[in-house]
């Protein structure tokens, strides 16, 4: 009898029964899947953590007189800055696991392939072929709205092309991608170089809102946004996971395989952009989240990813806000220590698991 | 019926396919056989729909899978490809409760448990089917993709060399499986396979193909001759009759 099957069918007396098929023993799985009720638990508990930083952010050291007017002053301006980490967290952790699902890899995300290089590269050629004046005098929320189309359109005709036909290696979209984006980021600093300061200026304030100082007039957009995509992915996610099983299985399950991917493209392209637009860019925090969801979560079961990415994200940022703020007076920090740590992150992942 | 009319196809100036001719009645199973490059599986997949003809029409059960609605094919005809790379993580029972998609859109009724169940017993995964495919062996792990091909419940099932990295006990637990599916849930069940004995023994009929062209079909004892596979497999074989099959023996030949 062969040994080369690892499977310990051979002691087993049925085994031996060919009429009954291969019957397997069936040992305890090693690692037993998360169950329902311990995945329950641990949203919660990410869900706690998330609300906790937030109150923790609105009431921690307020120099203010409780009750006076500066103190509510300063509460809501702590308040938006709440809201603008929620709302980029949703996008970059629903963005990624979204991505990742539809490229069929655990890799790229939509950052590492230049979305929002893009969305930088964008504006800026918009204040630089229109000026800032035209800018300027049409910044209103009609205005957004068409710079995200554009941003959108861009993105999906760019990756939808790079991800239909013929699925090429994931080390040349890792290469392409990473190339996007210094091409991108090159020629939007190349335009800023350009510009005169006032448009500069223009143009900065735009560009690199920080999470403490957004523009609280986009806020409104984006939890539109948010919402909007959230309820389209979330009715989608059966199709979602059967579109995670590659082109072939979800056509034979009678998906019609590229729409759906066209779909999802855009809609990560529009979280991305409305994220960048708030706080700028930040390269290694969706593929940070999405590999610590993975983990929590254990199958890559949408109706399970989906939230769950959603609440770590928004924990993960507001804590990190919080620590580095609030405990470190370090708030210029935030990115530059999320991206080291899921930089590092993905190049541990990328040593111990390759390029799949 | 499965009805296949001119039909070819060329990957770029590599001529895979036809053009071929083909009927094939509904019910029982069919074995496509034939040498590496022979078109088979270029062939599987055209029925299936997974790959575009570059001329011709293929008709399953009365639609033109190139135009039928997506959905309705899939409550029809389900096609299983020789390789499966996705990074989804599921366990057994996910991945076959996925193949009740065009039945549900995702959302699976009692009836959809029901066949998960069903599949997951005929094919002995039932003890499995809290294992992540991960943790699986990779016969374990093929045995999961058939049972999802038949949790699709279709009447014909298209599958590419099912007998991939099985052990001689799987593989005829297999073929007995697949031949209780044609017999007991009147499936019609077409498979490309390797070895030509086990096509002998278990199908109703074989598809022999050399160079993008059917050659030979006809039922085991018609196709099973020296002359026909030596001709087809190009190399010296001899037919041993055995009484439930022929045999074919071409390992050494003196």
Redesign the interface.
């Known amino acids: 009898m062969?040994t080369?099957?690892?499977?310990p069918?051979v002691q087993s007396p049925a085994?031996s029964d060919?009429?009954r098929?291969?019957?397997?023993?069936?040992p305890v799985?090693?690692?037993?899947?998360a169950t329902v009720g311990r995945y329950w638990l641990r949203l919660t508990i990410v869900l706690l953590v998330a609300v906790l930083a937030a109150v923790l952010i609105v009431t921690y050291d307020n120099p203010a007189e409780p009750g006076s007017r500066g103190f509510w002053t300063i509460v809501n301006n702590r308040l938006t800055s709440v809201a603008t980490i929620t709302i980029v967290g949703i996008c970059h952790g629903v963005a990624t696991v979204a991505f990742?699902?539809v490229t069929?890899?655990?890799i790229l995300t939509p950052s590492i392939l230049g979305f929002d290089a893009l969305y930088r590269a964008v504006q800026t050629a918009l204040v630089f072929f229109l000026g800032a004046g035209a800018v300027a005098a049409t910044n209103t929320v009609g205005h957004v709205v068409a710079q995200s189309l554009l941003m959108i359109a861009f993105a999906t005709a760019l990756y939808g092309w790079l991800f239909s036909g013929k699925r090429a290696s994931l080390h040349v979209l890792l290469l392409v991608g990473v190339v996007l984006g210094m091409g991108f980021g090159s020629l939007a600093t190349f335009m800023q170089r350009l510009l005169t300061p006032s448009e500069f200026d223009i143009l900065t304030a735009r560009l690199f809102a920080t999470m403490s100082q957004s523009d609280s007039t986009y806020l409104p957009i984006g939890f539109a946004a948010v919402v909007g995509v959230g309820f389209v992915l979330w009715r989608r996610?059966?199709?979602l996971?059967?579109v995670?099983?590659?082109?072939?299985?979800a056509?034979?399950?009678?998906?019609?395989y590229q729409r759906e991917v066209m779909l999802v493209l855009v809609m990560v392209a529009v979280l991305i952009s409305v994220s960048t637009s708030l706080t700028g860019p930040m390269t290694f925090f969706g593929f940070l989240v999405a590999m610590l969801t993975?983990q929590l979560v254990?199958?890559?079961?949408h109706q399970w990813t989906l939230p769950m990415v959603a609440a770590l994200s928004v924990a993960t940022l507001l804590s990190a806000y919080f620590v580095l703020r609030h405990v470190f007076y370090a708030q210029g920090l935030i990115s530059v220590i999320i991206e080291l740590v899921g930089g590092l992150a993905f190049l541990v992942y990328l040593l111990r698991k390759g390029l799949? | 019926m499965i009805k296949l009319a001119d039909v070819a196809k060329s990957y770029g100036d590599v001529h895979a396919l036809g053009p071929v001719d083909l009927d094939l009645p509904r019910g029982g199973i069919t074995a496509l056989v034939g040498p590496n490059g022979a078109g088979k599986s270029t062939m599987l997949t055209i029925i299936g729909r997974l790959l575009g003809a570059d001329a011709g029409t293929v008709h399953v059960a009365g639609m033109d899978v190139t135009t039928a609605k997506s959905r309705q094919l899939a409550k029809t005809l389900a096609i299983l490809r020789q390789e499966n790379h996705f990074v989804a993580r599921l366990t057994v029972r996910q991945l076959v409760s996925l193949g009740r998609f065009p039945h549900s859109q995702g959302r699976l009724t009692t009836e959809c448990v029901a066949a998960v169940d069903r599949a997951l017993e005929f094919l002995d995964l039932t003890a499995l089917q809290a294992r992540y495919l991960d943790e699986l062996s990779g016969g374990q792990r093929q045995r999961a993709y058939v049972a999802m091909v038949l949790a699709q419940d279709t009447e014909y099932a298209l599958l590419d060399e099912p007998l991939n990295n099985l052990d001689m006990q799987h593989a005829v637990a297999m073929m007995a499986q697949l031949r209780r599916a044609a017999d007991e849930l009147d499936k019609t069940v077409v498979l490309v396979i390797h070895d030509i004995n086990f096509a002998a023994a278990y199908a109703d009929r074989i598809v022999a193909m050399t160079n993008g062209r059917i050659r030979y079909v006809g039922s085991p004892r018609e196709v099973m001759t020296p002359d026909v596979l030596s001709d087809v497999f190009d190399t010296p074989v001899e037919v041993i009759d055995h009484p439930t099959h022929p045999l074919a023996v071409y390992y050494r030949l003196s």
Not at chain 1, 21 to 26: F, K
Not at chain 1, 29 to 33: E, I, Q, V
């Open positions: 062969t080369t099957n690892s499977q069918m085994a060919l009429s098929g291969p019957a397997i023993p069936g799985p090693a690692h037993p899947p990742h699902s069929n890899n655990r996610r059966h199709v996971d059967v995670s099983m590659g082109r072939e299985v056509t034979g399950l009678g998906v019609r993975y254990g199958t890559s079961s799949r």
